[in-house]
């Protein structure tokens, strides 16, 4: 089955074509991004497999012309990878935010739609910008089936007492405020792929997802269910990470709004845009930098690396309560799977754990490795999150069903 991935932001759409002859053997038959949509100098980035990259710089207006762009790049008699529209039999969208309404994966209709709307308000960057794809999709391809992929589905299993806030119980009836989490998929795929390479049998298992990009986000995992996640009502909660600053006593906001006169829009941008690394550094939101800076002496870079690793820790820590011990730590995403120096601190203050590292299998970024010792009492695996093929997974089963 030939399924495209749709990852839409409000002003990009990031695209994937994979042939799904089963679940286990597949093809990516292409990727790409299209950006700037709305400004003059939109861009469309195509890579095909097995063929040169192809780039065009042109307007893109809206959503519904960048998803004909796509589809014109992968029918291109020269940079295409396919034939004709018609041989795409299904398209799955990433949705970030489904709340309570959805715990799992569903084809589009109207109440799914409707439904995704309500959730706009507790993801107002993301939510409407999948919407904007859905409806792109329906111009450009409208017999073809359209699956949604929530990055909250899979934490929906989480019991009360994690998902919920001690505030008036009214705010969680009126407003749904509670914790959902997100990285939903990312965390689901790595806890399998890691446990399956463990020789783990997931149903019997505790397991810590660590997602550490540049939204981060740590999952305890019990046989195969999320129980506990770091991210809350939005993924600002819970860790540093590249803008956004995690966990902060709630008192701190009202504080420095009355302080610096901000209204709570402005807030929210500087909770979510300017803090994490780039707050505490001054310098960037990106890791890169940050290593290089510290290397180079920057007391504060230092400082973020020191929080990263403690938050990682004290999560670990947490989540090793509440499972009852782990089997098994995951390290994943751009600075999990790039990062041998964060996995190696996490590791050093996890030894009154039993965790013990391999240096030489800890040196291998990037890929699927088992960087514990074999002496180690708990395993702990760098798995490269393949989220795009989570959602094709789960669009092909559905499909499948019609
Ligand atoms: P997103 O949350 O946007 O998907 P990613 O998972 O791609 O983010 O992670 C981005 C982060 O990964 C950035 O901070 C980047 O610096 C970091 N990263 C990527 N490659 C490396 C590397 N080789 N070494 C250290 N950090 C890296």
Redesign the pocket.
């Known amino acids: 089955m030939i399924i495209l991935v749709i990852n839409c932001g409000s002003s990009s759409i990031k695209y994937q074509l994979l042939d799904m002859r089963s679940d286990t053997d597949y093809t990516l038959k292409a990727k790409g991004l299209v950006e700037k949509i709305t400004l003059p100098e939109g861009r469309l980035v195509h890579k095909p497999s097995g063929k040169d990259n192809f780039e065009q710089i042109l307007p893109i207006p809206d959503h519904t012309v960048g998803m004909k762009l796509v589809m014109d790049a992968l029918v291109d008699p020269e940079h295409g990878v396919i034939g004709s529209y018609d041989e795409i039999q299904a398209v799955g969208h990433r949705i970030v935010q489904g709340a309570d309404f959805f715990e799992g994966s569903c084809l589009v209709d109207d109440e799914v739609l409707r439904k995704i709307g309500i959730c706009c308000d507790f993801a107002p960057l993301h939510n409407p910008a999948h919407l904007l794809g859905i409806h792109a999709v329906t111009d450009v391809l409208p017999k073809v089936p359209q699956v949604v992929v929530f990055d909250t589905a899979f934490h929906q299993t989480m019991p009360d007492y994690a998902y919920m806030y001690a505030l008036p119980y009214d705010y969680y009836k009126n407003y749904h405020v509670r914790r959902y989490g997100a990285h939903g998929t990312s965390h689901k795929y790595v806890s399998r792929e890691g446990a399956k390479f463990a020789g783990l049998d997931i149903n019997n298992s505790r397991i810590i997802t660590c997602h550490i ?3 981060s986000s740590v999952t305890a995992i019990k046989d195969g269910k999320c129980i506990d996640t770091s991210m809350g009502f939005t993924p600002l909660e819970g860790m540093i990470m ?1 803008t956004r600053c995690g966990n902060v006593d709630c008192n701190v906001i009202p504080y420095i709004m009355k302080k610096e006169n901000l209204t709570p829009d402005q807030m929210t941008d500087i909770m979510n845009k300017k803090s994490g ?1 780039l707050g505490l550094s001054g310098i960037s ?5 940050m ?1 290089a800076a510290a290397s180079e002496g920057n007391e504060r870079a230092q400082l973020v690396l020191k929080k990263l690793t403690y938050d990682i820790v004290k999560l670990i820590g947490a989540y090793v309560a509440v499972l009852g011990g782990v089997d098994l730590i995951v390290f994943t ?3 999990g799977e ?2 041998s120096f964060l996995r190696k601190d996490v590791c050093g203050k996890l030894a009154w754990l039993g965790v013990e590292i391999d240096d030489e299998a800890n040196s291998h ?1 990037g890929q699927l490795t088992m960087i514990s010792a074999p002496s180690s009492k708990v395993k702990v695996a760098l798995v490269p999150t393949e989220e795009e093929l989570m959602i094709a997974l789960d669009t092909k089963h559905i499909v499948e069903q019609l």
Do not use: E, K, P
């Not at 939101?285 to 930098?289: K, L, Q």
């Open positions: 990009g540049n939204g590249g690394f939101s990106d890791m890169r930098d290593l995403a751009g600075i790039n990062n970024n």
